[in-house]
């Protein structure tokens, strides 16, 4: 029973990031116009008729409709399902991570919930106290297994769905952050730039997200957590700003912005030399097909290395 709940909850949080994708498409859209992000709702672009709820479902929709109004006909373009499902992946993975690998980041990022790690641990192992894993013994080389007594396991038991609900919560959270990457980068293959309101955006999110996730595990590596969080996304934003070719301050704190968010999912020792080879890809690519694609490679890089990180457990 506890094994299907997991797995509702895994497809639950992908569906959420599919809708968040859905939201990502207006963001991408509306923002660069000036327009409102609430009004008019949803509409075709060239008839101007509503959409209806049934045609508004991330990705499904699309493909029911075989990309095209149901009104007028007109073609709905590719990149709208295809942003839903890349932010629907994000969250999957993520998903699958924290609630069947028992993920939490690795030791050189911000990614450390060991509050959740310690009770997804004890619940996954046994319902039986007595078998309860040795902290010192369950996970050499990481952070150490709080030594769990009979009454805190019973209370693991207990709180089985808060704990699930706050995974719905962390896998959302890092889903949105690695998103603002997608904004970005899909803005500035279409503008060329993006606008100061969706930088400053980016920055919100991802300061929000460093706050709630540094405070959330052990408290006595707060301070560790923020210099962890800083120094990535310190070696992921500088360089990004000073090898763009810009005089265009706004231009250069994007690109910044998007560093940053690399660094954030990356770690210390990735971001540096991660945020060169990315400007150094989209260098390439923009002399090739005239768009700027550092935005949109950062978003690959960093659903690649989360990837890796995630699967670091089934390697040992």
């Not at 029973?1 to 939201?23: E, P």
Request: charged share 15%; net charge neutral; glycine share 6%.
């Amino acid at each position: 029973m506890t094994n299907a709940l997991i797995y509702v909850f895994i497809c639950f949080i992908a569906v959420i990031g599919a809708c968040i994708g859905s939201f990502l498409n207006v963001v991408i859209w509306r923002v660069p116009e000036k327009m409102s992000l609430v009004s008019p709702p949803s509409h075709c672009p060239k008839c101007g008729k509503p959409i209806r709820w049934r045609d508004n479902i991330p990705v499904l929709s699309w493909f029911i409709l075989r990309g095209k109004c149901r009104d007028c006909g007109a073609p709905i373009s590719g990149r709208y399902p295809l942003v839903e499902s890349a932010s629907g992946l994000v969250a999957l993975v993520f998903a699958i991570g924290i609630l069947l690998l028992n993920w939490t980041g690795s030791p050189s990022q911000t990614f450390r919930w060991e509050a959740y790690s310690d009770f997804m641990t004890v619940w996954k192992t046994s319902m039986d106290p007595s078998s309860f894993p040795n902290s010192s013994e369950s996970n050499p080389g990481t952070v150490a297994l709080i030594e769990l007594d009979e009454s805190t396991a019973s209370a693991v038991v207990d709180n089985f769905f808060h704990f699930l609900f706050l995974a719905v919560f962390y896998s959302i959270l890092l889903t949105v952050v690695v998103d603002f990457a997608l904004i970005l980068g899909a803005v500035e293959y279409d503008k060329g730039e993006s606008p100061a309101s969706l930088v400053v955006a980016s920055w919100i999110a991802l300061i929000f997200s460093t706050f709630v996730i540094a405070y959330w595990g052990n408290e006595e590596n707060v301070g560790e957590r923020w210099i962890t969080f800083l120094a990535s996304a310190a070696l992921g934003a500088v360089p990004s700003a000073i090898l763009t070719r810009s005089k265009d301050m706004t231009y250069r704190l994007e690109r910044a912005t998007i560093g940053s968010i690399w660094g954030f999912c990356a770690g210390v020792v990735l971001a540096l030399p991660g945020a060169i080879l990315l400007f150094c890809v989209d260098l390439w690519l923009s002399r090739k097909f005239k768009k700027n694609y550092f935005g949109i490679a950062t978003f690959i890089s960093c659903f690649l290395v989360s990837i890796a990180q995630i699967s670091q457990p089934l390697l040992k």
